[in-house]
């Protein structure tokens, strides 16, 4: 077989001991003699390829193991075609799944897991901490690199965290660079200039790395706040460098491939022995470094299947014999799927920090992080004792503890964060900007500033920032932040969808919406029937039905009882009945019926006396005025002029939304011209956002009402850059206030230094008889009863004295003279008629 590595790289030499290691004890096992022919890639595609050619051609070699890619191998077989008559063993790492169908070889095996899963490693670190922006760094080897498919899967797996590339830069082998030192220094200050800290090494050769952070360290970007993560092709070989080269990987978060399960093994053991010993005599220089990486495993694993499957077939079934085998191996297990290794890897987390590393968790696409391998091989335990995703203690670059947060204002660490602000607002509450001449100081104070200072409070780490007054309009200052004229703007400033194509907002401080107010005009027909509105007209309706029939009710039980000549007549019970409202009747209630009537109805009286009073004393309270516009229609039908904030959104809305003409809107500028306005009759109604709209009613009460609001946006918000992570920071800082009770503590603040309540604007309705219903139930049905037995008795009563006067009747005649005397007056009217009849005719 032929073999083709890279003599000059750490993996090429660890890849060339483990294939003599490995052609030794094939022949000492199994009595195989391996015949390899090795040849030396350079690390070039070009001699990669003509490498394998002259084997193929030359040595006649029936497979061949080494580090050609895909694309390497593609070439081969195109130049050659003979696919099927020999075999690849790609020790190239990560393994990646070709682009399309017609890449697909059946003979090229890729000793290395799926790329993918490393991918998914990196954006699970990513986002453990919510970095949202990563830069990626990869080295770009050859023209059949495949680094854009690699950024390509590395951005798919960070879309499913909410993270996403925001920069990625590629750097030329070292030997390609005939001032490597100038290019690096340029490179490193292009990324150091912007936002994002968190940098992923995706493809980069240890050479090539160990400079690349040699001039980070130079550069001061291995300082604090930055992130640096490497992969497997780093991370697996930090053994092999000195402590002075880590010395300036100090704080690196690497991803390795793990295989310390195996590592316990006498086998390993062994191995591990005989090729430290065998690795000091090839290269001496490096003798105190040679302990064997992954990669040295996974060759010794594949020479051991090569060279196994060669024994049971030929070169053409070759592929077929290896993907057949399944062994344990040094490395793990030796199965093959899909043209790659098909055992789910474990990845070690290790953090770079003084002369080695350690290790900080483990990450697995079954099982996520956990701080302990043996929790997170054993699948039960971590299901039943619910593990979480933990990581251990990091030590980050430039010696801090605390998580960076992955991105930074400052640039070259010295300016800070311009923050604009509204300088000519026309309520200076929110934001308010004096100048001290005589100390020469500008003082920034007012609602919006302090909560965006109660937020920054709020953030896990230090934000520098300074104040910058703008004295354009709103709109303007949001394209400022979009033409990075200002890192951020803070103020009153509402959330409208036209903004949002420009910056990315906070979530809002305050609710907001559009509201208009009007002066207002009192209601003189409702201060004189006033009283009349504490009860709807169905409780009136209700109540005097009632009453009148309670009355009656009485009246009529104390008529049938007999004995009550205090209620006799109409007049008596109708004076009973306004009596009885206010308790001060004389007349005496005789009858035991006509108390239990009386009883619930003087307890409804009571109640429903004690709410009309606490109703129509609170309605004697508040001021009852109208407004002295209804509506917007009614304006824009009355051509009336409107007065608004001449630097706010609201101009643009009241043209294009609501249809005003702009001759009729006036602008105004400050919270103290509207009651001028209104007053020489300038304007007849004003647009304020709600928050405005609370400051001008409370310092300004009499007078004025608002009405409801016209549209509703989001409120009041900080706005930040598109795609700014402060955005999302300050957000969360936002909401911790809110828990706090801090926003309600600042706006009580605010409003306190006014001497007066907003103009209030009653809504509720009269009382109607829901709150009574129950009362009023059980009133009338003791009324309807005691009616309904007083009813009865005196029927009873009437048909037993009917009775007897009939009795008296039968017995004296009287009834059997009635009776002739109308049986003959019949007869004669029957005569009568008859002889009109003969007449007429």
């Known amino acids: 077989m032929g073999a083709v590595v890279d003599f000059t790289s750490r993996v090429g030499k660890e890849q060339r001991i483990a294939m003599d290691l490995a052609i030794q004890d094939l022949l000492h096992s199994n009595c195989l003699t391996v015949n390899l022919d090795l040849r030396d890639s350079q690390g070039s595609t070009a001699k990669s390829t ?13 497979a061949i193991i080494g580090t050609l890619t895909m694309q390497e191998a593609a070439l081969v077989s195109e130049i050659e075609n003979q696919t099927a008559n020999f075999t690849i063993l790609s020790l190239a790492s990560p393994a990646i799944n070709p682009p399309s169908a017609s890449l697909q070889m059946p003979n090229f095996l890729q000793v290395a897991n799926d790329i993918v899963i490393h991918m998914q490693c990196l954006a699970a670190l990513v986002g453990h901490f919510q970095w949202r922006k990563v830069t990626a760094i990869y080295e770009q080897k050859s023209d059949f690199s495949y680094n854009s498919g690699m950024i390509t899967l590395l951005s798919d797996s960070l879309k499913l965290v909410n993270s996403e590339i925001e920069h990625h830069q590629a750097f030329p082998t070292l030997s390609s660079l005939s001032d490597p030192d100038s290019f690096f220094d340029e490179e490193l200050k292009k990324l150091r200039n912007k936002s994002n800290r968190v940098f992923i090494l995706t493809q980069f050769s240890l050479n090539s790395a160990i400079f690349l952070f040699g001039k980070a360290k130079e550069t001061g970007m291995m ?22 080269i880590k010395y300036n990987m100090q704080g690196v978060i690497g991803i390795k491939t793990n295989f310390i399960e195996i590592n316990t093994t006498n086998n390993f053991a062994k191995f591990k022995t005989r090729f430290r010993r065998l690795y000091g005599l090839q290269y001496p220089e490096e003798e105190e470094n040679s302990s064997p990486s992954i990669f040295a495993l996974r060759t010794y694993d594949a020479m051991q299947a090569m060279a196994l499957a060669m024994k049971y077939a030929t070169s053409k079934h070759l592929s077929q ?3 057949s085998t399944k062994f344990q191996g040094l490395s793990g297990m030796m199965e093959f799927k899909n043209g790659m290794l098909s055992q789910q890897p474990t990845f070690q987390i290790i953090n770079v920090f003084g002369r080695s590393y350690s290790e900080i968790a483990f990450w697995s696409p079954s099982f996520g992080f956990s701080d302990d391998m043996n929790k997170h091989l054993d699948m039960k335990e971590r299901t039943n004792h619910n593990y979480v995703q933990v990581l251990g203690p990091i030590n980050w670059p430039g010696g801090i503890q605390a998580a960076p947060k992955g991105w930074s204002t400052l640039v070259d660490g010295e300016r800070p964060l311009k923050i604009g602000i509204p300088a000519r607002g026309a309520f200076n509450q929110f934001v308010k900007v004096t100048y001290d001449q005589d100390k020469n100081q500008t003082h920034i104070s007012g609602f919006s500033i302090d909560m965006f200072e109660a937020a920054v409070k709020n953030l896990p780490y230090q934000l520098p920032y300074v104040f910058v007054p703008f004295n354009g309009s709103y709109d303007e200052l949001v394209e400022q932040v979009y033409y990075k004229g200002l890192d951020a703007a803070v103020g009153d400033i509402e959330v ?47 109540m005097i039905t009632t009453h009148l029939s309670v009355c009656f009710v009485v009246w009529f039980i104390e008529c049938e009882h007999g004995q009550n000549f205090e209620l006799e007549g109409i007049g008596a019970i109708l004076w009973f009945s306004v009596t009885v409202l206010f308790f001060v009747q004389r007349e005496r209630v005789q009858s035991n019926w006509a108390r239990l009537v009386l009883a619930p109805w003087l307890v409804v009286i009571l109640v429903v006396t004690a709410t009309f009073t606490a109703s129509l004393t609170s309605m004697m309270t508040i001021s009852r005025v109208q407004p002295s516009v209804l509506n917007v229609e009614t304006l824009k039908k009355e051509n009336g002029t ?23 809107i006036k602008r105004i500028s400050s919270i103290s011209d509207y009651p001028k306005a209104f007053q020489n009759g300038d304007i007849q109604a004003a647009f304020f956002v709600a928050p405005h709209a609370k400051v001008f009613l409370a310092c300004y009460c009499k007078g004025y009402m608002k009405t409801g609001p016209i549209y509703k946006p989001s409120g009041f918000a900080f706005a930040f850059p598109k795609g700014s992570p402060l955005a999302i920071e300050m957000s969360k800082a936002i909401l911790h206030v809110n828990e706090k009770k801090q926003v309600e503590l600042l706006e009580k603040q605010m409003l306190s230094s006014f001497n007066c309540s907003p103009a209030l604007n009653l809504k509720d309705g009269p009382i109607g008889y829901e709150p009574f219903s129950g009362l009023f139930l059980i009133s009338g049905l003791v009324c309807a009863f005691a009616l309904l037995v007083t009813s009865g008795r005196m029927a009873g009563r009437h048909l037993q004295n009917m009775c007897s006067i009939r009795a008296i009747l039968t017995k004296t005649g009287i009834l059997r003279w009635a009776f002739m005397y109308l049986i003959q ?17």
Request: hydrophobic content about 40%.
């Open 496 to 542: 409208i969808a036209d903004r949002y194509h420009y910056v990315e907002f906070s979530q809002p401080y305050i609710s907001s919406g559009l509201q208009m107010v009007v002066t207002v005009k009192p209601d003189k027909l409702k201060e004189k029937w006033m009283f009349m509105n504490a009860f709807s007209k169905s409780m009136w309706l209700l």
């Open 642 to 664: 409107v007065g608004c904030n001449g630097n706010s959104f609201i101009i643009r809305y009241l043209i294009n939304v609501l249809a005003f003409r702009p001759e009729n």
């Open 223 to 244: 300082g604090k706040g930055y992130v640096w993560i490497v992969t497997d092709e780093i991370a697996s070989l930090l053994d092999s460098v000195d402590s002075s």
């Open 825 to 841: 007056s019949c007869r004669k009217s029957q005569k009568h008629c008859s002889t009109t009849s003969i007449l007429e005719t």
């Open 321 to 323: 014999e290896i993907v």
């Open 50 to 62: 003509a490498a394998a050619i002259n084997l193929l051609n030359g040595k006649q070699v029936e």
